[in-house]
């Protein structure tokens, strides 16, 4: 019978994975809370599809592990949350060389909080097939008077991310937006997230339940206890009927609703849901969906965590010209010992292969030596 053959069921991946679109992994690191690892769980909602949605951390993984899986999977970033004695705090490390920007998480608020307290609770799952859409707020511009750690921060954040290209993105594709603030007078970050909506513009809430009935809404409405349609569709809610001029005007309807002009877009193109066609006047609406964190920078450091370099920016230490000088000296000098010793370990196993070379020639040599007698 002829041994079969197998054949290969997948393709590599390399072609896929090298467009240079920034991928991440999330995770916790030593023994946290479980409010905390819903936290990660959430941010990881976040950071989709490029993610590893996934990942199981277990209690005998060390951070060293995942940096050293990290290259063979094309990861770009690490975003790793600590609890410490004094606060919970998140690494952010770009790979494989760094920098790592350490955070204190002043508060956050988990992404099911954000939903309960809102208004218009929706179920969510298709939006998450698309990356984010970034928006950095606040920052100063980049210039001699700015601070150098705020424009490493902003560089830092924009590499997380997809770059936005207006010319090739499809407009279907813009789902949500994750919003990065800097708070001057704090000096804290506020992490956002948000949904974006689009309704029709200068209709109100009860006419575009008549257009656009929703899975939740009637079919047909019940208008029984109503003496007139326009009971239902201009007067507001909790005042009176006809006899006590309870009816709003179309333009208070309007901005009631929508806002003002600013408010409205004509569609570029076609848009996910009911009658968002392209030229189509609409407004935006953003809904924060969470989670929400307030970030303080408290260090800047070269290299990876375990291997890190000297200190770019400290927010409680300051170093003089000199100190810092004789830091990058001393990790220059480590760095130099960690490199020849290295370079030994590959020239001894080198010569142990040569050693057991030589052997097995010699062996064999006797072995033929033997034969031939």
């Known amino acids: 019978m002829a041994r079969r053959r197998k054949n290969r069921t997948h393709v590599k991946a390399d072609n896929e994975q090298s467009d240079g679109t920034p991928r991440s992994f999330v995770i916790k690191h030593g023994h946290v809370g479980s409010s905390l690892a819903q936290l990660v769980r959430d941010m990881r909602k976040v950071m989709e599809p490029n993610t590893a949605s996934r990942l199981k951390e277990r209690s005998r993984n060390k951070l060293k592990d995942f940096l050293v899986m990290a290259p063979v999977l094309q990861v770009t970033h690490l ?30 608020s988990l992404m099911k909080d954000i939903l309960t307290i809102s208004r218009r609770h929706r179920s969510m799952g298709l939006e998450y097939l698309t990356p984010p859409l970034l928006v950095l707020a606040s920052f100063p511009p980049p210039g001699p008077t700015t601070p150098p750690h705020l424009t490493l921060i902003m560089k830092s954040f924009q590499s997380l991310f997809p770059p936005l290209s207006p010319h090739s993105l499809s407009l279907s594709s813009a789902r949500r937006v994750v919003l990065v603030a800097y708070n001057p007078a704090r000096g804290t970050l506020d992490f956002r997230h948000y949904l974006i909506t689009v309704k ?51 333009a208070s309807s309007a901005s009631s609703v929508a806002g003002d002009d600013a408010d409205a877009v004509s569609l570029a193109d076609d848009y996910v849901g009911r009658n968002n066609k392209r030229g189509s006047k609409r407004a935006v609406r953003l809904d ?26 400290h927010e409680f230490v300051k170093k003089t010209k000199a100190e810092a000088a004789a830091l990058k000296a001393a990790h220059a000098e480590k760095e130099k010992l960690r490199k020849q010793r290295r370079e030994e370990q590959e020239r001894n196993v080198q010569k142990k292969k040569r050693a057991q070379g030589k052997g097995k020639d010699a062996e064999n040599a006797s072995d033929e030596g033997g034969g031939n007698q």
């Not at 924060?288 to 920016?313: A, C, M, T």
């Open 79 to 108: 975003l790793a949350f600590t609890l410490t004695e004094r606060a919970p705090s998140l690494r952010l490390a770009r790979l494989p060389a760094g920098p790592t920007l350490s955070f204190r998480v002043e508060r956050y």
């Open 200 to 250: 029709p513009y200068g209709v109100s809430k009860r006419v575009r339940r008549v257009l656009e009935p929703s899975s939740s809404t009637k079919a047909v409405l019940d208008l029984g206890n109503e003496k007139d349609v326009a009971d239902f569709l201009l007067r507001r809610r909790g005042e009176p009927g006809p006899d006590g001029e309870g009816y709003e005007s179309a």
């Open 288 to 313: 924060e969906i969470g989670p929400r964190i307030e970030l303080r920078l408290i260090k800047i450091s070269e290299g990876l965590p375990g291997k890190e370099g000297g200190v770019i920016y």
